[in-house]
């Protein structure tokens, strides 16, 4: 036998995660855990009687009928299986600032520059759920195409309940505060620097350990996130398959009265009673799962010469379309690296894009903006919005001239997803107190340089 509840040790009434917590190493690979042997029937899924007495249930995060190399799913050993709820109700009081379906009637388009200071931590007792909340997105989750970014700002674990995303998959992206996350394949510590990928209709829980807790989610709606190809890079380099890393099986057995599976079905909360635990999976085996990584692993790529590269260059996952080339959501970073370029502007270029991009800091600073960037804050910059380095930065970066030597960043760590659907923005986003309303301001400065002479 592996781990089981036996294995928890208590700690101020929050059950604490092992320091030598197990994982699996691998993307899209075919895992296989027991957390006690012989759990996993042989030869088949779905024999009459499974081993132990226990339930097969089958978890599909695509289509039966999706092709082979795209198809994920999963296979669970259950100790009793997650059909055993009452009806689910509509869950009260609503969750106000939860969007899936996006419209004029919930949403507005603003093509201006926005950016937000950091949100203050909830005073009041908040959980993940009741910390979360949507800033833009685009596309519907019931018409299975868009996605939406999410913020959440929380300071207590989940509470005799369980969070269901039956709309898309949640990639987290923590930036104050760990995250232990008990899902049904097992348990998953999430630390600032790290992200997590819970996948559609996983049913999990959010402990929070060092208390506040700060981040931010991007979710998809229709698709996966997968690796980038790598193209003219070769076979290695970027996000490697092995640094990502899946749960192992774990299970308690205990009787919950009163449980609650908290599901959010598009955009809106719904609860639904059990009375034990739904994280009895004593095995499973699939590819459909949960699984985090460390953005320390990542390798970039940069120019060695001139000019500065574009972004996707750092793409560490990403959620595609059915147009080559045009993701529905890139996952990027900006991690410390060496810039080198010769007779180059080397912060990013000034830019419009028809894709629109949300950025993030998890920590640092950012080489584009000098003031005003601050790590828990964010910046959107929608289709053809023009945006690019502040003015104390590009007269900073002018003044040193041709003859910069190398120079490494240190000491950052920011974001961005990249989508190639407009977003809309959420009336709380546009109307909030952290809003920075100068943030213009930071370009006004930009002078003309002009002289008529080469």
């Known amino acids: 036998m592996d781990k089981t509840a036996a294995d928890v040790i208590k700690r101020d009434g929050l059950e604490k995660f092992p320091d030598n917590l197990e994982y699996q190493s691998g993307f899209g690979n075919d895992f296989s855990s027991e957390a006690i042997a012989g759990a996993l029937p042989l030869g088949q899924n779905s024999p009459l009687i499974c081993p132990f007495g226990l339930y097969a249930e089958q978890i599909s995060g695509t289509s039966f009928t999706s092709p082979r190399k795209l198809n994920q799913r999963s296979w669970l050993y259950r100790i009793k299986p997650s059909v055993t709820h009452e009806p689910f ?5 609503s969750h106000k600032k939860l969007v899936s379906e996006f419209d004029r009637s919930n949403t507005a388009a603003n093509p201006t520059q926005l950016r937000w200071k950091p949100v203050d931590i909830p005073d009041s007792p908040t959980d993940f759920i009741d910390g979360l909340y949507t800033i833009c997105g685009a596309g519907s989750s019931f018409l299975r195409h868009g996605y939406a970014i999410h913020m959440y700002t929380a300071n207590k674990s989940m509470d005799n309940c369980a969070f269901c995303n039956a709309d898309g998959d949640f990639l987290v992206v923590p930036q104050q505060g760990r995250l232990w996350i008990t899902t049904e394949c097992g348990r998953l510590q999430v630390s600032p620097g790290e992200i997590v990928v819970l996948p559609q ?3 999990f829980v959010v402990d929070l350990p060092d208390g506040p807790s700060r981040g931010y989610v991007a979710e998809v709606f229709g698709t996966h996130y997968q690796l980038p190809d790598l193209g003219p890079i070769g076979a290695n380099g970027l996000a490697a398959s092995r640094d990502f890393l899946a749960p192992t099986a774990w299970f308690e ?3 919950r009265p009163g449980f609650t599976i908290v599901q959010k079905f598009g955009g809106e909360l719904f609860n639904a009673r ?4 739904p994280f009895n999976v004593v095995a499973w085996h699939g590819n459909y799962v949960p699984y985090k990584y460390d953005l320390s692993k990542f390798c970039p790529y940069n120019t060695v010469l001139v000019d500065h590269g574009d972004p996707s260059i750092n ?4 959620a595609p379309t059915d147009k080559p080339g045009v993701a529905l959501l890139d996952f990027v970073i900006f991690p410390p690296r060496w810039l080198v370029a010769e007779h180059t502007f080397r912060p990013p270029y000034y830019h419009r894009n028809c894709m629109s991009e949300f950025m993030g800091l998890i920590h640092g600073g950012y080489e584009a903006k000098a003031d005003g960037f601050l790590p828990g804050g964010a910046s959107l910059h929608s289709c053809m919005t023009p945006h690019g380095p502040d003015t104390k930065t590009y007269e900073t970066t002018i003044a040193r001239g041709n003859e910069a030597g190398p120079h490494k960043i240190t000491d950052t760590m920011a974001f961005m997803f990249e989508s190639c659907l407009m977003p809309r923005t959420c009336p709380w986003a546009l109307d909030s107190p952290f ?7 930071c370009w006004i ?4 340089h002009f002289s008529g002479e080469k």
């Open 253 to 255: 057995e205990v009787l």
């Open 89 to 93: 109700w509509p869950r009260e009081p």
């Open 435 to 441: 809003r920075d309303r100068d943030y213009y301001q």
């Open 315 to 318: 793409t560490v996952l990403t």
């Open 274 to 277: 059990q009375d034990f635990s």
């Open 445 to 448: 400065g930009l002078k003309s």
């Open 201 to 203: 209709g996983f049913r």
